[in-house]
């Protein structure tokens, strides 16, 4: 299972991200996640785990596009999508959405990140499937980018993960695109003085913007921390206009290791394509709150989520609210029961704490801080006017033992002084179908303006899975506005694991 792997673990220029500043192609009217070009949001719901032709875990991405336009379903048997379909890739396992060529079709990148690369076991690698007024897939052929061509810095080494994580979005300087690559291995000078020494998964990112590509870790100038094993650095990503933010939930903070640490980067970027370090913390930081300590196995930036501050004159303008989920922490008694912590950051990234070390304890918050709850192992943000709209999974919660790890999802209202409301839903309370064990509810969250989305992958039975929108307003145990389900709505049938990632 997708939930499971997750517990446990530039280009030349005929290619370059366009500039930020390329003229509408005739059909594409610039909307955001607009794969088609009609001014309508579309959704892109991956099933990484689907069985393409003989091949298990190939995986395959169903397009539903709004306005009922219809759906098409993407996998890498198709002509129309770069790479070759492969046992255990897992295709679509992350997903990110962006205008990268400014013709003003949104593009989908998806990446494979356990594909195997020239014989060479889980190197991964990352594909941009284009758009047009046809539809994803019917206009420019696609890019595929692995580690060793394209400009990619390094090479397909067993372990990588190349696109575990990957994000996108356009800044005032152009479209971007960042890739994680947590499990990359990397040489550090020996203590004797003499030689190298290999850092097991200390991770790294590469980061496209035009036709630059830069390569960072935490050996890059002006990165705080330093190159350690199990860093897993690129672990998550998350990024918008603004701003970019990587987290390395392995990071150790001094003896404590899988502490987590998370950076934040401006999208300026040098003459070797790096994009600006402008600050990062963790939950030493200084201006932590004071519940705020790094422990051993926290996992501080497993998850994270940027969202445009709506403060448009002030101290905060042009800067972003910062989400980082922690959930391996401890809370009193409840070994990783999670909690996260929420920044304002300015737009040159200065960070303050608005809410520190928030979990399910306090009387204030719906459900109660039990162990093994994993609050904040996945995140969804959108600003609705003044207001933050955040969502918070929580996939090991459960309300007996006859629904072990049934999940839920936790949603937050949070006003700029940072008072909060939340409410709550979980399988048979708003989220429709009977409870049962390890649905993992909350490992699968997606925002727009309009609606969360929360993606049900592993149903009781043999259904491949569902995926439901709720008004962000939804009260506790609130019903949706909007399913998707493999026979629905033009959805092909079949599949796994439909909805494990939504955008």
């Not at 003044?386 to 459960?398: D, I, K, Q, S």
């Not at 790890?405 to 949070?414: E, L, N, P, S, T």
């Not at 708003?430 to 149903?459: C, D, K, N, R």
């Amino acid at each position: 299972m997708v939930w499971l792997a997750a517990l446990g673990f530039l280009v030349a220029a005929a290619v370059a991200l366009g500039s930020g500043h390329a003229i509408a192609a005739a059909g594409c009217a610039g909307a955001d996640a607009d794969y088609n070009g009609d001014g309508v949001r579309d959704t892109a719901i991956a099933d990484p785990e689907a069985t393409v032709g003989t091949k298990a875990d190939a995986g395959a991405i169903t397009v539903v596009y709004g306005g009922d336009a219809g759906t098409v379903q993407l996998h890498q048997d198709l002509a129309s999508v770069p790479g070759d379909a492969a046992s255990g890739a897992e295709f679509g396992y992350s997903m990110a959405q962006a205008d990268l060529n400014g013709d003003g079709c949104g593009d989908l990148v998806a990446a494979a990140p356990y594909a195997d690369i020239a014989g060479v076991r889980d190197a991964g690698a990352v594909y941009v499937i284009y758009g047009s007024p046809g539809g994803l897939g019917s206009g420019s052929a696609g890019v595929t980018y692995i580690q060793g061509e394209r400009s990619v810095p390094g090479a397909p080494e067993a372990g990588d993960v190349f696109g575990y994580s990957v994000a996108a979005g356009k800044a005032a300087s152009g479209p971007y695109l960042a890739i994680g690559i947590p499990g990359e291995d990397l040489n550090v000078p020996a203590a004797s003085g003499s030689g190298t020494v290999a850092m097991r998964d200390a991770g790294g990112i590469v980061y496209i913007r035009g036709s630059a590509v830069g390569w960072v870790d935490q050996n890059s100038a002006d990165v705080a921390g330093g190159v350690e094993a199990d860093d897993r650095f690129g672990a998550s990503l998350t990024g918008d206009a603004a701003h970019l933010a990587v987290g390395g939930p392995g990071e150790a903070i001094g003896a404590n290791g899988f502490a987590g640490s998370v950076w934040l980067f401006g999208h300026t970027v040098d003459s070797e394509g790096h994009p600006k370090p402008l600050s990062g913390a963790n939950q030493d930081s200084p201006d932590a709150s004071a519940d705020d300590v790094a422990d051993a196995g926290d996992r501080f930036a497993t998850s994270i989520a940027l969202t445009p501050m709506p403060d448009k004159t002030g101290v905060y303008a042009g800067g972003s609210y910062l989400a980082v989920g922690s959930p391996g922490e401890d809370v009193g008694a409840a070994a990783d029961a999670g909690s996260l912590t929420l920044y304002k950051v300015t737009a040159a990234g200065a960070m303050t704490v608005v809410t520190g070390a928030l979990n399910q304890d306090p009387v204030s918050v719906g459900e109660t801080a039990d162990p093994g709850d994993f609050f904040g192992q996945e995140l969804a943000a959108t600003v609705q006017g003044t207001t933050l709209r955040l969502a918070v999974g929580v996939p090991g919660e459960e309300s007996s033992d006859e629904h072990i790890d049934k999940g839920g999802v936790q949603i937050f209202a949070i006003a700029a002084n940072g008072t909060s409301t939340d409410q709550w839903l979980d399988p048979g309370w708003g989220i429709p179908g009977e409870p049962a064990h390890q649905m993992f509810v909350g490992t699968s969250l997606a925002a727009t303006p309009e609606a969360l989305l929360i993606g049900v992958a592993y149903e009781p039975g043999t259904a491949p899975g569902t995926v439901y929108g709720f008004d962000w307003a939804v009260q506790s145990g609130g019903a949706p506005t909007k399913t998707y389900k493999p026979g629905d709505g033009g959805i092909p049938t079949g599949g796994t694991a439909f909805g494990a990632e939504i955008r």
